[in-house]
């Protein structure tokens, strides 16, 4: 499993759009993490930023804040995980995700950050989404 996480001086960054860094690790399938390193993101805009987490093949981010688009990219285009809202160290945010402890910050649908139905309805998980509340036509479940 790869995570990444928005980084900044050792800490999880302010924004996912701004990111100059990313801290990558990989994990073995018991936890362990097997090696991690910072990496020059080199790139701007939503799309390039979520090119780059497909290219190093990263399932799982951990950020401060996302924009909307953004947002849509990472859950309905990419499939990674979301975890938004994190704040502090880079390294003890991977460790309480590997701990099950970021539950409450993992976002599943658009609507988590911007509004809407707060009955998990992902009529709102992207703006041009013609699920129409039907989440499993557009892989999530409520």
């Known amino acids: ?3 990444a996480v928005v980084y900044d001086q050792g800490a999880v960054g302010a924004h996912f759009g701004h990111a100059k860094q990313m801290k990558l ?3 073995a399938p018991t936890g362990v993490i097997l090696e991690s390193h910072v990496l020059d993101t080199n790139v701007t805009g939503h799309v390039a ?8 093949q990263v399932q799982t981010l ?3 804040n996302i924009g909307k688009e953004a947002c ?5 285009e990419c499939n990674i995980d979301l975890y938004a809202g994190i704040s502090g160290d880079a390294d003890q945010a991977v460790q ?14 658009y609507n988590q950050i911007y509004g809407g139905d707060s009955q998990g309805s992902c009529t709102t998980c992207k703006e041009d989404c ?4 039907d989440c499993s036509s557009c892989h999530f479940e409520n």
């Open 1 to 3: 499993m790869n995570i």
């Open 25 to 27: 690790y990989h994990l």
């Open 49 to 56: 930023m979520c090119n780059f987490l497909r290219e190093h």
């Open 62 to 64: 951990i950020c401060q």
């Open 72 to 76: 849509s990219i990472l859950l309905l």
């Open 96 to 109: 309480l995700l590997k701990e099950g402890k970021l539950k409450d910050f993992q976002i599943k649908y």
């Open 130 to 133: 013609d699920c129409e509340g």
